[in-house]
């Protein structure tokens, strides 16, 4: 069936851009396309409630809305945090695997107090406005903050109410400053095992006593907010993310059908594509690799001068949120001070408190495949690329023709339509040989010669000539046809802080983290988690949600105390 949904979707591909991510299809092709399930966003965060100077973390499902199993369909999703002018202060791009992704946002000291929107959605969501909300209340201490009503607006109530259960069990009930606290999942029920949960443990809200708590998807949208409009379908991006542009040239009378149109991302093993545009100029590019660079490079590679426009992704449509307010006493400003002084605290210790990043791994690029590789330090260094692929690099040449220079790679086989080799440096594809003549050697770390012809998109290159620089940055000439840009990167896997005082000594280091454990992915086949509580002390709150293998949500919570020893 998935099959069948991807050759629809590539048959639409076909047809015209109107927008981002955007075409016009036929009505047969608009039925067709009805028949790719709906998808349906959920998130949860760690908390309702954050100061300036903290992190939110979330973890993104994202599933089928008529069996609420996990969508393997969208491979990004998107979170943002609208304000109440409903304008995005914060956007963020999160990669999904089998529908499941994670990320956190740090909340920063420029945001005024009030009740934000965390909003999440994919693509395919768009077509019928639908994303899920929830409320997430920020103060800012180094604001001036006012006692203000609660307001009594009352949101969707959903299905799955939240439970407080003995789903799992502490090994106690009250616990003492810097002591091990104990989750056993022994008690879990067959339905709930295999499942996909996340788990928080984190100091209960000052606001929870005034403000109407819900469940994390109690805003959810379920409902459209408008038609799915066959003359404007968002795609869903089933094999990766879409970057959609436009190309004019200078003159009227050059045609712009088949122009060749290049994109490059600069990094270690980086990435390049080419693409042709459509009649009117427009061209989009897949990105279905992993890449870990952000500048990116689009130019045209046919002769002559051309402009190059992108088209910007827009988020849903905001104008139907409804804000609450935000609502504090003189007891809830009392504990935001005392939790205020304590995040500041916890900030000057950051650098020995750090989160672990994990190793974002790039696929190599399919033109190293069988390609010798020259690594310059296993040769006498020369002051000049001329000199060193005279000295050093025997498959390949650099000649000159034209007034031009030229990087040929000695071929084995046929002849191809173009006596240049496909020029590379760290994943930009060079046009101007020129530039590249000038290098300085010691930038560079190898050279990856594929002598036999290569062809890319509808071009045939003499072989190709991939150089690695050690930084893995290089930056082009500015020129024309061509524009760069910075690709905002997915959320980073993280391995969360959690100090062990069993085996370390941080008795000098003072601990007044309210948020004592976040674990994105819950492994509940194993049957404890561990964690330390700080030096805060009040009531804890351990909240567990996510989808169960049959796909149905659950949220479970539980509290314990923590006192001083």
Same mark, same amino acid.
């Given at each position: 069936m998935?099959?069948?949904y991807?050759?629809?979707?590539a048959?639409?591909? !076909?047809?015209n ?5 955007q075409?016009?299809?036929s ?6 396309l ?6 349906k966003?959920?998130? *949860?965060?760690?908390s309702?409630?954050?100061l ?21 369909l ?7 945090? !609208? ?8 956007k ?6 089998n ?6 946002i740090?909340?920063? =000291?420029?945001?005024?107090t009030g009740? $934000? ?17 929830k ?12 006692? !203000?009503?609660?307001?009594? *607006? ?19 009930v ?20 295999g ?10 809200s000052?606001l ?9 998807? =109690?805003?959810?949208?379920q ?28 003159? =009227?009378?050059?045609?712009l059908?088949k ?19 459509q ?10 690799e992993?890449?870990a660079?952000?500048?990116v490079?689009?130019?045209v590679?046919?002769e002559g001068e051309?402009s ?7 988020s849903p449509d905001?104008?139907s ?8 006493d003189?007891?809830? %400003? ?7 002084? *304590?995040?500041?605290?916890e900030?000057? $210790? ?20 069988g ?14 690329m001329r ?5 050093? %690099? ?12 030229i ?9 191809s ?12 594809i !060079?046009?101007?040989?020129?530039e ?10 190898? %050279?990856?010669?594929?002598?036999k ?14 150089i690695d620089?050690?930084?893995g940055n ?6 024309s =046809?061509?524009i760069?840009?910075?690709l905002a990167?997915p959320t980073?896997e993280?391995i ?14 003072p601990?007044?983290?309210?948020q ?9 086949l194993?049957?404890t ?11 804890f ?5 996510g989808?169960t293998k ?5 949220r ?6 923590v006192?001083?020893?």
């Amino acid at each position: 069936m998935r099959t069948k949904y991807l050759f629809l979707i590539a048959v639409a591909l !076909v047809s015209n851009f109107i927008g981002y991510g955007q075409i016009a299809i036929s009505e047969e092709h608009y039925q067709q396309l009805l028949n790719i399930p709906q998808e349906k966003v959920s998130i *949860h965060s760690n908390s309702d409630f954050a100061l300036t100077g903290e992190t939110l973390f979330y973890k993104f499902y994202c599933t089928n809305e008529k069996t609420n199993r996990l969508s393997t369909l969208s491979k990004y999703g998107y979170v943002e945090m !609208v304000n109440e002018q409903k304008e995005a202060v914060i956007k963020q791009k999160v990669a999904l695997t089998n529908g499941l992704g994670q990320g956190d946002i740090f909340i920063a =000291s420029d945001l005024p107090t009030g009740v $934000y929107k965390l909003i999440g959605y994919t693509e395919w969501m768009k077509n019928k406005n639908l994303f899920f909300q929830k409320n997430i209340h920020i103060v800012n201490p180094f604001q001036k903050t006012t006692s !203000v009503t609660n307001d009594q *607006h009352q949101e969707f109530i959903p299905e799955e109410k939240e439970k407080n259960t003995s789903f799992f069990s502490t090994n106690q009930v009250n616990y003492t400053t810097r002591e091990k606290v104990l989750i056993d999942f022994k008690t879990l029920s067959k339905e709930l095992q295999g499942g996909n949960y996340s788990l928080s443990v984190v100091a209960k809200s000052p606001l929870s006593g005034i403000l109407n708590k819900k469940t994390s998807r =109690s805003t959810n949208n379920q409902k459209a907010q408008k038609s799915f409009d066959h003359t404007k379908v968002f795609l869903p991006e089933f094999r990766g993310e879409m970057i959609v542009g436009r190309i004019k040239a200078a003159s =009227s009378d050059t045609s712009l059908e088949k122009v060749q149109v290049a994109l490059s991302i600069i990094q270690k093993n980086g990435i390049s594509k080419i693409v042709k545009a459509q009649k009117d100029g427009r061209f989009y590019f897949v990105l279905d690799e992993t890449y870990a660079g952000k500048n990116v490079f689009i130019q045209v590679l046919d002769e002559g001068e051309f402009s190059i426009e992108l088209q910007k992704k827009k988020s849903p449509d905001y104008s139907s949120l409804i804000f609450p307010k935000m609502a504090l006493d003189s007891t809830s %400003i009392k504990h935001i001070n005392e939790r205020a002084i *304590h995040m500041q605290i916890e900030n000057a $210790y950051n650098t020995v408190k750090q989160d672990s990043l994990k190793e974002i791994i790039t696929s190599t690029p399919i033109f190293k495949n069988g390609a010798l590789v020259y690594n310059l330090d296993d040769y006498t260094r020369f002051k000049t690329m001329r000199e060193t692929f005279v000295e050093v %690099i025997n498959l390949a040449s650099i000649e000159r023709s034209k007034g031009k220079y030229i990087f040929r790679a000695k071929r084995n086989d046929f002849a191809s339509n173009d006596p240049k080799a496909l020029l590379i440096v760290d994943g930009y594809i !060079v046009k101007n040989h020129d530039e590249i003549v000038e290098l300085n050697p010691k930038e560079v770390r190898q %050279i990856s010669i594929l002598k036999k012809s290569y062809k890319l998109s509808s071009k045939v290159y003499q072989g190709v000539i991939y150089i690695d620089t050690f930084k893995g940055n290089y930056q082009p000439r500015e020129g024309s =046809s061509l524009i760069s840009f910075e690709l905002a990167l997915p959320t980073r896997e993280k391995i969360y802080y959690s100090p062990d005082y069993t085996a370390q000594n941080l008795k000098r280091i003072p601990d007044y983290r309210s948020q004592l454990y976040w674990e994105p992915k819950v492994n509940t086949l194993k049957s404890t988690v561990s964690f330390f509580t700080s030096d805060v002390t009040g009531v804890f709150e351990i909240i567990l949600e996510g989808y169960t293998k049959e796909g149905k949500w659950i949220r479970y919570k539980q509290s314990f105390d923590v006192k001083k020893k």
